[in-house]
Each structure stands twice: as structure tokens, then as C-alpha cells.
């Protein structure tokens, strides 16, 4: 099992910029797949931006050119940068880590998720 922790969400205004960061357990974190994913009040929750274990990032359209996404594999986190923020921003941050099958221990690949943490961007 992996647990994944995210923290750095809080009310920001329109402009701002945040920081939230994933902890993860496991020892084999340089080798997942990471991604955030974003909940809105009333909505599905959507992809916001996502990192190989090869370091390849990949960003919705929504947040290109705001947002980046980063991992520092000796801390065994991820990383979101979140640069001039707007209200549709706000939601519920999620942090995403597929996990790699293991053929020998007979384990399928696995997602896994945090519990999230709140971004909201308001005057």
C-alpha cells in the first residue's frame, strides 16, 4: 500500500500564487507515475497535470503555462506550482500515484490517492 499526503492548499485571491506538495510512502516512489487531479464544488473531478517516473509532465489545457509540476525523488514527493490562480481554480486538490505491477510479488498495477487538500481562490 501506498499513502499519499497532500498539504500547501488555503485561500488564496485571484493572482496568487500556492504551492502544494504530495508525500509519499514507498520505496519505489522514483518509479510511479504521479499526478494531481482536481475536484470543484458540484463537479467531476479532472485532471489537473501529471509526471512520469521518467520525469515526462503533461498539463490540462486549463492550467498550461500556470502551473507546474515537479518531483523531488530523494524526499519521495510531488510537487504543484500554482501560479496566477483563479476563482475556477478552486477545488479540492487530489494527489495520484500509479503504481507500477510487480509480476514476482503477483500485484496488478495500482492507483492510489490522497485525501486532498482544499485550494480556494477568492477575494
Known amino acids: 500500500q501506498v499513502q499519499l499526503v497532500e498539504s500547501g492548499g488555503g485561500l488564496v485571491q485571484p493572482g496568487g500564487s500556492l504551492r502544494l506538495s504530495c508525500a509519499a510512502s514507498g520505496r519505489a516512489f522514483s518509479t510511479y507515475d504521479m499526478a494531481w487531479y482536481r475536484q470543484a464544488p458540484g463537479k467531476q473531478r479532472e485532471f489537473v497535470a501529471s509526471?512520469?517516473?521518467?520525469?515526462?509532465?503533461n498539463l490540462a489545457d486549463s492550467v498550461k503555462g500556470r502551473f507546474t509540476i515537479s518531483r523531488d525523488n530523494a524526499k519521495n514527493t510531488v510537487y504543484l506550482q500554482m501560479n496566477s490562480l483563479k476563482p475556477e481554480d478552486t477545488a479540492v486538490y487530489y494527489c495520484?500515484?500509479?503504481?507500477?505491477?510487480?509480476?514476482?510479488?503477483?500485484?496488478?498495477?495500482?492507483?492510489?490517492w490522497g485525501k486532498g487538500t482544499l485550494v480556494t481562490v477568492s477575494s
Open positions: 495520484n500515484a500509479e503504481v507500477r505491477g510487480d509480476v514476482v510479488a503477483g500485484t496488478d498495477a495500482m492507483d492510489y
Open positions: 509526471i512520469t517516473s521518467g520525469e515526462t509532465t
